[in-house]
């Protein structure tokens, strides 16, 4: 009976669900620590948000550190100059045979999953919930690296044994060896209702076939894992101080300048493996929805007849970014202390002091008082209820016109300043 039923739900169309007497799958995904990680030192986390002062109380500090990725190979230590005018490296390998661009692209798309596992294992390591202000930038080479802000006073020992011990692994399918590429890519079958084989027309798989396939294999590797560099630095700093004050100016230094600005070639080789590594990471799947999945024969999540195969217009495979894009600004919940209507009022109430500042009247709200306004929804056919086509061009139009308004306001103010960055300020 249930062989028949689940015959009869394949042939109308159901093909992925999974059959009605098979037993149910064992994940055989390893829970276990790497060997080749050290063991991290746990505490149990109290409900605090702070680190030790001293003398009283009077003192409070916190700290400045820089994490950055590992090595993929030798690099030229010539060939550009830095910020202070003395010659410094340039990015590109000395080798770019056996530079490991596979490992840095995987690297640049699952940094951030790495970041968010280190300031757990911080945590537990500590034994109270650290707070953090940060900003990602890409070095010359294009590996990114992260400078934070970190509220109290941690030790050194705490920091790289935490580091030493944070590593993400990234159960996909692994994406080793491309199937399809240039003209030979898989196309959508309108039929099937999925991408099949240009020349044999068989269904290609389907991700959640591709993870079933990963849970019946035992001991499978991870397609990839991922770890921070050995190299730290670690500063303490003081509320007050200079080096607060360069440590908050570095930060606010990067959160206005653009990725595309900081990986200006400097010479002919570095725009070279730019360019290399930008071919790698076309190569690379940034989610499972991303459509480059088909070059390796597996259908993402989301895949539709419009779908482009092979290729995937997330920022994550954007040149100019070289995979560091979106969010740059790493904020913990507990930073500020501040709900997000507060975040909310403190923005609104910026930007109509710069406005004001730069002589640009705030558009107002038609005349209405907000506190004296009563939200409620609309019934269906309610006559009164303009459009939905009208409410939507309304509103882009109210959109365009405060852009305008800001851009106004800039181009007045000049150069952008250190307005609006003062959250990072609060670092005791």
């Known amino acids: 009976m249930r ?9 109308n169309g159901a093909r992925r669900l999974p059959p009605l007497d098979a037993p149910g799958k064992k994940c055989r995904r ?31 500090p916190g700290m400045f550190l820089t994490l950055t990725m590992d090595s993929y190979g030798k690099v030229h230590n010539d060939g550009a100059v830095n910020r202070k005018g003395e010659a410094c490296g340039d990015g590109s390998p000395r080798n770019p045979e056996s530079y490991d661009y596979a490992r840095a692209a995987r690297d640049i798309i699952h940094f951030a999953a790495l970041f968010n596992r280190w300031t757990q294992n911080l945590r537990r390591a500590l034994g109270w919930n650290v707070q953090y202000f940060g900003t990602v930038e890409p070095q010359r080479r294009g590996a ?6 970190l509220r109290g006073a941690i030790p050194n020992e705490i920091l790289r044994q935490a580091t030493a011990a944070t ?9 080793d060896q491309e199937l399809y590429a240039g003209a030979n890519m898989p196309v959508w079958d309108y039929q099937a209702r999925t991408f099949v084989d240009p020349k044999t027309g068989v269904p290609l798989h389907a991700w959640e076939d591709a993870q079933d396939i990963m849970d019946t294999c035992d001991d499978m590797d991870p397609a990839h894992v991922i770890r921070f560099g050995e190299q730290i630095k670690p500063k303490g700093i003081v509320k007050g101080t200079k080096k607060a004050d360069a440590a908050i100016g570095y930060l606010a230094k990067y959160l206005t300048k653009s990725v595309a600005e900081i990986l200006e070639p400097p010479n002919q080789r570095t725009a070279e493996h730019y360019d290399r590594l930008h071919a790698e990471l076309l190569r690379t799947p940034c989610s499972d929805r991303c459509p480059v999945w088909l ?3 597996i259908v993402p999540k989301g895949v539709g007849s419009k779908t482009q195969p092979g290729y995937c217009r997330s920022k994550a495979h954007q ?5 560091v894009a979106g969010n740059r600004q ?6 500020t202390g501040k709900t997000l209507k507060d975040h909310a009022a403190e923005r609104r109430d910026f930007v109509k002091q710069f406005l004001e500042g730069a002589g640009v009247t705030p558009e107002e709200a038609d005349g209405w008082d907000a506190d004296q306004v009563t939200v409620s929804v609309a019934e269906p056919g309610d006559p009164t209820v303009p459009p939905r086509a009208h409410l939507i061009m309304t509103l882009l139009n109210q959109k365009q016109r405060q852009r305008a308004q800001y851009l106004a306001a800039q181009m007045a103010a000049g150069p952008p300043g250190a307005q609006g960055l003062s959250v990072i300020s609060e670092v005791a």
């Open 330 to 335: 790493f904020v913990s919940k507990l930073w």
């Open 144 to 149: 990114p690296h992260v400078h934070l802000l």
């Open 295 to 297: 070059r390796y024969g």
């Open 3 to 11: 062989a028949a039923l689940d015959k009869e739900l394949r042939e």
């Open 167 to 175: 590593y993400v692994q990234v159960w996909w399918p692994h994406h």
């Open 319 to 323: 040149r100019d970014s070289l995979g």
């Open 30 to 60: 390893s829970t276990r620590r790497r060997q080749d990680a050290p063991n991290l030192p746990r505490k149990k986390v109290e409900r605090r948000t702070i680190g030790q002062s001293y003398a009283g109380g009077k003192y409070r």
